[in-house]
């Protein structure tokens, strides 16, 4: 079995190899031709062909080979259907062309392309004196092969705007293409680190119980070791156990507090974690079938700190909000400014919250959420939000009549990066 692995990687990658000299055999013939009555033509392959190498490592020079041969080939067949001319004569019409792609092909072999792809500026630079050096190469031949009277200073401030166009045209579609997907993990690694810093909260607070068990134990033990040692040897058994259960707990806690502490990127914007949080949950809605308008209002942006725990407090609520809508309705996310305080207001049209509940729904194990089989959430994600915003120095409060408005304040200074 291991060894029919290789192999089947080997013709997993002839066969992109093959796809990529076919897709840019038949992007060339979408082509323009600059000079009349001659061979000489631009057209999308050299595109297809660039964009190929970008999205996946192949063989660059075999796949030049490969390329050349099968569009002149390909050219001359066609050429051959269509105007009957011999296959010897529309080889060597051809061979410029394929000549162009093994130049172009070597060039790359030259360029470091992963290192580069960080550099689009100079990706496109070097990209286009690929094209430039393949296209004077291609004119070299067609002028000694088939025609002897091209513009060579026209050509090649032709072959200068040809390649800038072309290169940076594929560099700009790869650099979106990679911005989007950076995006989107983004995104599913802030949601992953949300949920394990709430769960580090969870945790400390187990910690502390644990702590206050263990000690609660040696107590126990100290008064029944001298007359009851036996019981007194299982009080100080089970304070030697609870405390193993805490090293566990502490190196765990140890282990998510370093992924939770990660650095983001300086220039994190406000707007752009609010956009990742409102994208989340109108996926989670599309996921229970609701169907909610969602509405962010941020008329001020700044550089974020403290990402991870602004993202949780958001999250919570916001999938909070999605859930209290039973099938249609609105959630809006309002920033507002307010001297050295932000506030945020997540608004919802749900169910609402009755008036004699508001002052539990942050005590830890208050929950409203039921599954089919009745059993209640664990009824910590309120608490645990509120223990995040005081950890912030802010406050949270809530007001239910025709719509429900939780509102977060936090001191400015706790999340807005310092010198912005």
Known sequence: MESTQPHIKTTKLFLFMLLVGLLTAVGGEIKIIPFEEGPFRFG??????FFALLIR??????????TALIVIVGRSLLDIFIYGQSFLSQIIEHLPAGAFYIMFALCFKLIPL?????????????????????NTIEHIL?????????????????????????????????????M???????????????????????????????????????QLYKKLKSNEAQ??????????????????????????????????????LLTDLLSFIVEANENYAAYLNKSISFTLICPNDFQTKNHIALFAILNNLMANAVEAIEESG??????????????????????????ALIPIIFDPGYTSKFNEQGQGSTGIGLSHTKTIVENLKGNI???????????????????????Y
């Open 44 to 49: 999308l392959g050299s595109i297809i062909f």
């Open 57 to 66: 490592p192949i063989p660059i020079v075999s796949t030049g080979l490969l």
């Open 114 to 134: 992963d290192e580069l792809k960080k550099q689009p500026l100079m990706l496109g630079l070097l990209a286009t004196a690929s094209e430039v050096i393949s």
């Open 142 to 178: 067609t002028d000694i092969l088939l025609v002897s009277d091209l513009e060579n200073v026209t050509s090649f401030l032709l072959f200068i705007l040809v390649g800038l166009l072309r290169s940076y045209f594929v560099v700009g579609i790869y650099s979106m293409i990679t």
């Open 180 to 218: 989007s997907e950076q995006k989107k993990q983004l995104k599913q690694l802030m949601t992953i680190h949300s949920e394990l810093y709430v769960e580090a909260l969870y945790l400390q607070k187990t910690m502390t119980q644990i702590e206050q068990l263990t000690a609660n134990s040696y």
């Open 231 to 268: 019981l007194a040897s299982d009080a100080l058994h089970i304070a030697q156990e609870i405390h193993e259960v805490k090293k566990d707990n502490e190196r765990i806690h140890a282990g998510i507090s370093k992924i939770t502490s990660r650095n983001y990127p300086s220039n994190f």
């Open 330 to 355: 609105f959630i809006t996310l309002n920033v507002a400014v307010e001297q050295d305080t932000i506030s945020f207001i997540v608004e919802d049209n749900g169910v609402g919250i009755d008036a």
């Open 397 to 419: 409060h809530v007001t239910s009549n025709t719509s429900t408005c939780f509102v977060v304040q936090i001191p400015t200074k706790s999340i807005q990066k310092e010198n």
